[in-house]
């Protein structure tokens, strides 16, 4: 337990000491800002008269070593501070004790299965995914903090009777080497025309229809081909996942489930929880339109697919919990596969990370068709984020790599510093800017932190003390962490701790900027300060998978 789980704690205690057996739900809160104190209990649903339980519970004895200060009463409510002379010694402690494990839980033998990025094969992939893999590795790296095994399976969307079109659009006007110049974009725009000549040549789509067949049925030269687009695909993908330092346990696509799925279908039927409707087969499902998974010309699904995974990965993992991270575009979908998962008695342990859309400016979605090419989208970050730095700090060394972290951050952080279900924009100049709720700003804030330790001859560690109420507000802030990450766990969303950075960051640039570290006669104490604040700045920023630099 870290300090500040001891003091909820024990603020917990004394309420039950006063309250003993209650049947309702002692629920603490976090006061709002200008109440002066840490935690708070609205008595109301304690007792029937709350106002004198508070002054009760206000009326507790404290030992000195509590890390409860004070405890007083306001009306129904009840406040505690923590206790200043004990409490921001001992989280400071905690802290560098910890460092870069600060906030982390020991192992607990559970599993997490988080199934994110999962592009598309012979298509670019899209900011979509790209926000599925950036809010998956995030929680791929919040949840082995706290203890878990995760496992990162990127469910590649390579199977289909899309592969069908694209396969017959190759075979009709497709060339090799063209291909291989620029392999995404000339698949993508077979695509394209496969759609396009259908519209007039309706044969076409029997034609395509019969190459998925014959991918189905193993026909050599026709899985070659396939296999070639997914080579392709790969590679293209691996730029991107190379950019962000992104690796996946698992890539099983849809691909390896393909026949799992034809069984799937036949336990279905056989268990009675499918039937025939038309010459398709469905899942009947209470409140939500059936779930399709084998069509007429009974090639299966996406869900079918998605069926086979859950029995797939309940029997290899025994996961506690599977996570989807997918827009919320598919959330009826996820709807439906889940009650079919209930139906055929899977745990109920899946989750919908869902998350909203990214809203392009015209400009960027033009180019080339409608798509947006991410590496152009990345790279552009990277450009721009390297003109502030030449500007910011024409001497600095190492431009090249340092600007790369500011533009990566940058992307990361505009997705992940709000809730994930709310729409993102690409506002490069809130982005990429020093000051406001932008990931440079916190980098920065952790360079600056740096620099003062770097000036500062020694740090001593010797019974600090801290007095002041902007070392303690900013000592009690830092305590925070570990709580931050929980929640972020609890609710998959990894804003929580985005948020929390950008407060450490703006407490500790006003606390710089109006209490003096180097030379003051605190030096000592605020040096301590100063590097427990670097500490935390730099794991939360590890938990979202933004680099932190040495120098700006
Ligand atoms: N490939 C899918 C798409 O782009 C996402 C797959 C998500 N994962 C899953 N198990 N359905 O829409």
Redesign the pocket.
Known sequence: MYVIEKFYKECEDIVKKVVKKTEKKIKFEIPPREIDADLSLPCFTLSNNPNELAKKIEKQKLSKNSLIGSIDADGPYINFSINRDVFPSLALKEILNKKEKYGSRPKNNKKILI?FS???IAKPM?V??LR?TIIGKSLYNIFEFLGYECIGDN???DWGTQFGKLICAYKRWGNMTELKNNPIRYLNNLYVKFHEKAKTNPKLNDEAKLYFKKLENGEKNIVELWKLFSKLSMEDFQKIYDMFDIKFDLKLG?SFYYKKAKDMVKTLLDSKIALLSDDAIIIPLANLPPLLIQKSDETTL?ATR?LA?IDYRNKKFKPEKIL?V??SD?SLYFKQLFSAAKLLGYPENFVHVNFGMVLLEKKMSTRSGRVVFLEDLINKSIKIARRIVEEKNPKLMKKDEISQQIGLGAIIFNDLKQDRIKDIRFDWKKMLSFEGDSCPYIQYAYVRALSILKKAKTIKYKKPKFKTKKEIELMKKLSEFPTVIEKSAEQYKPHFIAQYLLEVATEFNEFYSSERVLGSEREKERLLLVYAVSIILKNGLNLLNIKTPNEM
């Open positions: 199934d999962s592009p598309n899209s979509g995914h599925s469910h590649l969307g849809e996406y998605d995974a989807y997918v827009g598919q």
